[in-house]
């Protein structure tokens, strides 16, 4: 086994959920890893320490054209085996199609038929972690060619030292904030991935979370299209408060790796920041399908707090969440990363 194709080719937050596997195939086996992913995660997988090589996936909307090329990439690649993370129809006949020998995926839906190699998950349970469930597929295919699994440890992402301490520097200067004190980070666009807290919420945990850490500068991050929704945030919220924005994403990353705590609902930017090990706060429906359990962030542990409305509450009501009851169980809990 020396050619691995992992196929991740959805949102960023599920790609982000993956790195623990990449981690553990790459600790585990003397492998060359090429993630298959669609062109905006590319960013990311280049910056994954245990991906060889990036395949940009032209999603099925893609022409005639980018299929047929997306075809024969991966005959060229030869590889021993396929792990889809990610699994459906149009994915599974691609490997078929490529003539991959192993071919793992989840044994659910239809498609399940064109792999020879599947493993029950019952994901729809959420009974453990998404990052768990890509981990059991990679230990399955590990016990079947004999290889003893080596658990990955957080963090998945790092930067350079010297390097991110520049970087700091740089957006200290052109955010007008203090690179020598504490960064609260705050993201409050969702990507269209959940349902969030209002602007007025984010606002008012803001508020309170600036009243108990004075010295925390705090921190609006934005990815593309959300800059409006941040800057609303700003102008409810503590004076001082400012707007990260148009960062490219491997500069996103390397702002996030600045935090000392990240604030946000559950989207991407909240797993790249797990991933990276900052502390966070994640904000979770209350869905069987989108629970703090199985959306749970790639931090080590004591270093994440969930919440979710209260119980009784419609499953997607954000707006049942109390940020003063928040406040008072982040406030003694982050005191050690912005005091």
């Known amino acids: ?13 599920d790609f982000m959920l993956a790195w623990p596997a990449f981690a553990m195939l790459k600790a585990s086996l003397d492998c060359h890893i090429t993630a298959l992913v669609p062109g905006y995660t590319q960013p990311l997988a280049a910056l994954c320490p245990n991906i060889d090589d990036v395949l940009v996936d032209p999603g099925k909307g893609g022409d005639a054209s980018a299929q047929s090329i997306l075809l024969k990439q991966l005959i060229a690649g030869k590889f021993d085996a396929v792990i889809c993370l990610f699994s459906n129809f149009r994915n599974a006949r691609l490997m078929w199609q490529a003539g991959i020998a192993q ?48 658990e990955p440890v957080a963090p998945y992402l790092s930067f350079d030292a010297a390097d991110l301490a520049g970087f700091r520097k740089q957006q200290a200067e052109r955010l007008g904030i203090n690179a020598e004190q504490p960064w609260l980070l705050v993201h409050a666009g969702s990507g269209g991935s959940a349902n969030n807290l209002s602007t007025g919420q984010y606002a008012g945990l803001i508020n309170r979370l600036k009243a108990d850490f004075p010295v925390a500068q705090v921190v609006l991050t934005a990815g593309p299209g959300e800059e409006a929704l941040a800057r609303e945030v700003a102008g409810m919220a503590s004076e001082g408060t400012v707007v990260a924005s148009d960062l490219p994403l491997p500069d996103f990353c ?4 600045c935090g000392q705590l990240f604030v946000a609902g559950s989207t991407g930017p909240l797993h790249i920041a797990a991933a990276l090990n900052v502390p966070t706060v994640g904000f979770f429906p209350l869905r069987r399908s989108a629970t703090p359990l199985r959306w749970r962030p790639l931090n080590s542990e004591g270093r994440h707090l969930a919440f979710h409305p209260p119980a009784g509450a419609e499953a997607e009501d954000m707006s049942s969440v109390n940020v003063n009851a928040v406040a008072e169980k982040v406030t003694p809990w982050a005191a050690s990363f912005l005091s």
Do not use: C
């Open 103 to 150: 071919r793992w995926a989840p044994a659910t839906k239809l498609a399940q038929l064109l792999y020879n190699h599947r493993v029950k998950q019952r994901r729809s349970e959420s009974a453990k972690p998404e990052y768990e469930y890509n981990l059991d597929l990679v230990r399955a295919f590990l016990a079947k060619n004999g290889i003893a699994p080596v």
């Open 254 to 257: 390397r702002l996030l790796a």
């Open 1 to 13: 086994m020396k050619r691995i194709l992992v196929v991740r080719n959805d949102k960023i937050g």
